[in-house]
Structures are given as structure tokens and as C-alpha cells.
């Protein structure tokens, strides 16, 4: 008999969640379903099929019919359809117990399962200041003068009046911006320090501060920066204490300086690689006019082995690694082909991405010795994770 094929729809029952806030189902026939980010475990859903094959199929929810007693209504009017905040249904609280299971599960996948075990026993978990209007920095869709966001599991845009998300004054600068602008997509940041907001074709200049280290910075709107300020502060100053007292370091993937300027206001000589020129211009810049002497920033594309030697001629005892979200593929080799690093401190903001680029350095016999969770991105699935490795000791 024929199993269901796509427009079809069923109801199932969520057992867990996976990662990308993907919910698991198993039908009767012992088929596994994958239901789009948006339900929760114990639930009981409606789905519609939109994809079909042998192994599993993929639905998007339509009808809670028997909803979790964590599910709470969202602050957010159009929840409904955005899919932008994915999580908001629940409280922060509750949101980062929910991403700590789905990174349980992503360990006891990706690593031999005692060693995920381990790594997951030995968690630390550390929550966002603010549960809502965190974001310093986002994406808007602009149509006709007005701002929109991706409808949830589809290519369709959604109107916004406001986005939850969003830090108070980029929100509330949100539908000027939007309206300066012409159909496209485009970035919007504002100043946590002042508050003000701009989009990336400005000609302005943000300032940030960082209180730890009495650093003050400014970074053209367009460049690369953490949203969640707040929390950033606190990934920073684990990271830099995480390279102090060991040697030079290499900050890879290092943008404008997010780790490079703190790490060179402690003393630390850091090589800072990053391919956007016009990110490490504006890092060098601020070193110079600090009199950070200890930080160099250098454009370069990692993906291609002239960059390495630049690595290896700073010859660090850290590695940094800080890559973008898809991650970097090619680079555990690199790192395995170093000699005289001790550690690497690799920021993920997809870990399944990271521990498929670390294979290379675990199979070589480096150790996690210790993984943070960071609930950077509050209201949604995604999590940033801040994992430790140690090199092997060399056997006499």
C-alpha cells in the first residue's frame, strides 16, 4: 500500500525536537516525520506533507490540536506567519532548556555517543540578558517603502509593522529606514551605545564599547557584528580568558575585531584573518588609534592555502575560529597540518557544521575539554556554542 505523498495531511504526535527546531514523528509504519520549526514535544499536530520519500517525510504544521503546556501566546502579532522567531511561543527560560535538549541530541549524533555524552555532561549554559529586543543588528526584506520578513517555510514576505527582536531603537527606526530604501534586502543596525540606527549603505559609523576592557570601537553599519550585544560581552570575556597566559594567538574568521581588540588590550599578540577587507580595515583602524601594537589585521581568503602561511608565520598557541554559519569546510585539515598550538576555542553558531569541520582534528586525537552554550539568539531555535580543544599530549 502506498504511503502519503506530498498535499497529504496527517496527524502525528512530536516526540523531540531536532536540530533546526525541526520536530520528530514516527507514523505507525515506524516512518519518521520532520515537522517544520514552530511545534513542540508532546504536542499533537496537523501536518501537510510537502515532501515525500522512502526514508522520511517533511510536513509544516498547520493545527496544534493538542498543545504543550509550555506553549504560551506570542508577544508578537505576526507570529503567525513570520518565521522569524520560531520560539517566541515559549518563555526564554523555557526556550533555552528546549535548545539544550537539541544540542544533546546533535552531540549524541555527531560524536561517538559516550564522547557526546561526556562533552554534554559537562555543559555550561549561559542565558541572554534580555529575552526580546536584543537584536543590535538585522536583515529586513524592503517592498514598496516598507519592511517585511520571510513568511515561515516558504518564500513569501510578511509586512512588519515592528519585530520583537529587534532592539527598541532599530525597531522603532525600522519603517524610516525601510522607506529610504528600494526593493531588496538589506541590513539595518543601530548603536547599543547611542542608539542610533541606521542601514548598511550609510555612511555613518556605530559605536560599541566594551566595558571589560575600557575598549570603545566604531564599525560602519555594514560590517559584520554579534546582535546580542549583551551577551556578546560576556562570550568575549570568556574567550579572552580562555587565550590568556598561553601565547600569540590567531583569530580566525576574526571580522572587525570582536575578540582580536579585547584579546590585544590584555597584551596578547593576535594575527587577525578575515576575508572582508573592509572589516579588517576598520579593526586596524581602531587598533592604530588605540596603540594596540599587538594586533594585526589581515585580509585574506581562508579557503586558500596562501592565507595559512600567513598563519603559520605568527606562529600561534591559539587558534580562534569563528566561521560563519555554514560553517568552513577544508579548515580541520589546516588546523591538524599546525604545529605548536595547544588550543583551538571554536565559536559555532551551527555546531553540526562545526563538529563535521573539526572531524579532521578530532580524528588526529584532539579533546573537547569543555563546551558553553549561549542562548545568543533568544525566541529562536538557533544557539551560539563556545567549544574547547586541547592537543593530544605526545606520548614519550
Request: aromatic fraction near 6%; charged fraction near 20%; charge should be positive.
Amino acid at each position: 500500500m502506498a504511503g502519503p505523498v506530498a498535499g497529504s495531511r496527517l496527524r502525528v504526535r512530536i516526540a523531540k525536537l531536532l536540530w533546526r527546531g525541526r520536530g520528530l514523528a514516527r507514523l505507525d509504519s515506524g516512518q519518521v516525520v520532520m515537522v517544520e520549526p514552530g511545534v513542540l514535544p508532546g504536542e499533537d499536530v496537523l501536518v501537510r506533507i510537502v515532501k515525500a520519500t522512502k526514508d522520511y517525510l517533511v510536513g509544516v504544521p498547520e493545527e496544534i490540536s493538542t498543545p504543550s503546556l509550555l506553549r504560551r501566546p506570542h508577544p508578537c502579532a505576526h507570529a503567525h506567519l513570520c518565521g522569524g522567531s520560531r520560539f517566541g511561543m515559549v518563555s526564554p527560560a523555557d526556550g533555552l532548556k528546549l535548545k539544550t535538549e537539541i544540542l544533546r541530541d546533535a552531540l549524541t549524533r555527531a560524536l561517538p555517543r559516550d564522547v557526546g555524552q561526556d562533552v554534554f555532561s559537562r555543559l555550561k549554559v549561559v542565558p541572554s540578558p534580555q529575552g526580546w529586543r536584543y537584536r543590535w543588528r538585522g536583515q529586513i526584506h524592503v517592498r514598496d517603502g516598507m519592511a517585511h520578513a520571510m513568511e515561515g517555510a516558504s518564500n513569501d514576505l510578511v509586512a512588519l509593522s515592528d519585530c520583537h527582536l529587534l532592539a527598541t531603537p532599530l525597531a522603532q527606526a525600522m519603517p524610516d529606514l525601510a522607506a529610504s530604501l528600494p526593493d531588496g534586502r538589506f541590513t539595518i543596525a543601530a548603536s547599543p551605545v547611542t542608539g542610533q540606527a541606521v542601514h548598511e549603505h550609510s555612511q555613518a559609523e556605530l559605536e560599541f564599547y566594551y566595558p571589560d576592557f575600557d575598549l570603545r570601537c566604531t564599525l560602519p553599519p555594514g560590517v559584520f557584528f554579534q546582535a546580542n550585544q549583551g551577551l556578546n560581552q560576556v562570550l568575549v570575556r570568556e574567550v579572552v580568558g580562555l587565550a590568556q597566559g598561553l601565547g600569540p594567538v590567531a583569530d580566525l574568521f576574526s571580522g572587525a575585531g570582536n575578540f582580536s581588540l579585547p584579546l590585544a588590550c590584555r597584551g596578547i599578540p593576535v594575527l587577525a584573518v578575515e576575508g572582508s577587507c573592509r572589516a579588517t580595515q576598520a579593526g586596524q583602524h581602531t587598533a592604530q588609534r588605540l596603540g594596540l601594537g599587538t594586533a594585526r589585521f589581515v585580509c585574506a581568503d581562508l579557503a586558500r592555502p596562501a592565507a595559512w602561511s600567513v598563519v603559520r608565520d605568527a606562529a600561534p598557541r591559539v587558534i580562534l575560529i569563528d566561521p560563519p554559519r555554514t560553517g568552513a569546510k577544508g579548515i580541520g585539515q589546516m588546523l591538524a597540518s599546525l604545529d605548536g598550538v595547544q588550543r583551538l576555542v571554536w565559536v559555532s553558531c551551527d555546531v553540526v557544521n562545526t563538529l563535521r569541520d573539526a572531524r579532521p582534528v578530532l580524528d588526529a586525537g584532539w579533546q573537547i575539554s569543555s563546551m558553553q552554550l549561549f542562548d545568543m539568539f533568544p525566541g529562536t531555535w538557533h544557539m551560539e556554542v563556545l567549544m574547547v580543544l586541547e592537543r593530544p599530549v605526545q606520548q614519550a
